[in-house]
């Protein structure tokens, strides 16, 4: 253990601010470069198509589409690259992993600030999504070391800390940008990365320094089954299509809500301005929810809270549908994250629970790959949804909950015999 610490001793002086137990460690060290990695990830999305224009295309149709392509290519590519990072964090320890993740974020961000035209933009996109891929390896460095009734608290708080960040980078974002100009604050952006990066280097602990049995420690290793094997897990498949499925509605309602908005009315400025406040506020409420979740899923039955917050999500979905103005659409929204919202939260929870200890890096890894590959369709069926009526993403939906609580009660009541329930705190 002392090994492991010989860093932190270069700074007794911060010793005693710190948690003295690792896995609270890890958790301070992962929630904090959270905060700076999702913050500094959102705020650069208010102005890259006017940065796509300063590159040369000027034209602001071929700027929106060369900006929604540059945008979209980096979870892309992350969702594909995610298990395969994870594999290799289960060979080579998480920690490695980490500090990769956040060197490579803070060498490509400083050079996105040096692009000189839209193709360097672009490959430097893609390498941001294939070297990059923080939130595919956040949650099993969050609860590597975390009791087992401690694991939905962490998941919670880490994703309650990643929505509330994203929900204030836009807004910072585009304060900094016309403060120190668009190129600076994507060394700003650099900088945060590397903020984590020393967390993660003087703060993290490996598995290896947990102090294990000595009958765990002296049985054999078993070789790396392939991804096949964690999707044939007692119900890996449902969660994985529970992710997928609701970060695709979440994202879905993005390029609706403004169109919804100006449907009411309102100029164009103030259709904008109006869309961020319900954007914002229900990002806000995302995060207060995940919380929530990760608080209640170790004191209830996890399918019972998950079930509770789908059936809320179906209701709330068709009562946006019948929304007659844009407060009643900002309550709404608002009331679905609340109750609606942390059922991510609680997927990775149950996840957490079937993932066995030597596939934890892998298994979350495919987890985040269906959910970030939701987030990829959801703009798109939202779209496509308004050439049909602009409130139809509300009732497909309301539609879409529904047939998950279906299938989460059909598939998560039987109990697994090989889990013990959860221990209440």
């Known amino acids: 253990m002392e090994g492991k610490n010989r860093r932190l001793d270069l700074f007794p002086q911060f010793q005693s601010l710190l948690p003295q137990s690792p896995w609270k460690r890890n958790q301070l060290a992962v929630t904090v470069s959270a905060a700076f990695i999702f913050s500094g990830f959102t705020l650069i999305l208010p102005f890259v198509p006017m940065y796509v224009q300063m590159l040369g295309v000027r034209s602001q149709a071929a700027a929106a589409i060369w900006a929604g392509i ?23 320890g998480l920690k490695l992993m980490a500090v990769r993740v956040t060197f490579a974020l803070w060498a490509i961000w400083a050079l996105t600030a040096f692009a000189q035209n839209v193709y360097q933009l672009l490959i430097l996109r893609v390498l941001l999504g ?6 595919a390896v956040s949650i099993a460095l969050a609860t590597q070391l975390s009791p087992q009734e401690k694991v939905g608290r962490v998941i919670g708080t880490l994703q309650a800390v990643q929505t509330s960040s994203s929900a204030v980078g836009p807004f910072v974002g ?4 016309g403060w120190l100009g668009i190129r600076h604050t994507f060394l700003v952006t650099s900088f945060l990365s590397l903020l984590s990066l020393l967390l993660f280097f003087f703060l993290y602990q ?12 002296e049985r054999p290793r078993q070789p790396q089954e392939g991804l096949a094997s964690l999707m044939r897990l ?4 449902i969660l994985a299509s529970l992710l997928f499925f609701v970060s695709t509605i979440d994202r879905s309602f993005s390029p609706v809500i403004p169109l919804f908005v100006t449907a009411q009315g309102y100029n164009p400025l103030e259709a904008a301005r109006l869309s961020g406040v319900i954007l914002s506020l229900a990002a806000f409420a995302e995060s207060l929810a995940a919380w929530y979740c990760g608080k209640k899923v170790s004191q209830a039955a996890p399918k019972r809270l998950l079930l509770v917050r789908l059936s809320a999500g179906c209701l709330i979905c068709l009562l946006l549908g019948s929304a007659a103005s844009v ?4 309550g709404w929204r608002v009331l679905l994250s609340l109750l609606g919202g942390g059922t991510v939260t609680v997927a990775y929870t149950l996840a957490s629970r079937l993932i066995p200890e030597r596939q934890r ?3 979350f890894g495919l987890l985040s790959s269906f959910s970030m590959m939701g987030g990829a369709v959801g703009p798109l069926l939202g779209g496509l949804s308004v050439l049909v009526d602009i409130r139809t993403v509300f009732f497909l939906a309301g539609s879409i909950y529904a047939g998950l609580g279906w299938l989460i009660w059909r598939s998560l009541r039987r109990k697994n015999p090989n889990r013990s329930e959860p221990v209440p705190e």
């Open 70 to 92: 540059v945008l979209g290519v980096s979870p892309f590519v992350a969702s594909m690259a995610a298990p395969l990072w994870g594999r290799i964090a289960d060979t080579y």
């Open 206 to 217: 490996d598995e290896d320094g947990r102090q294990v049995s000595t009958a765990a420690s």
């Open 361 to 363: 890096a892998a298994a």
């Open 130 to 135: 294939l070297l990059g891929g923080f939130n």
């Open 327 to 330: 407060t009643q659409l900002l």
């Open 174 to 177: 585009g304060v900094l940008a």
């Open 234 to 237: 007692p119900d890996f498949a």
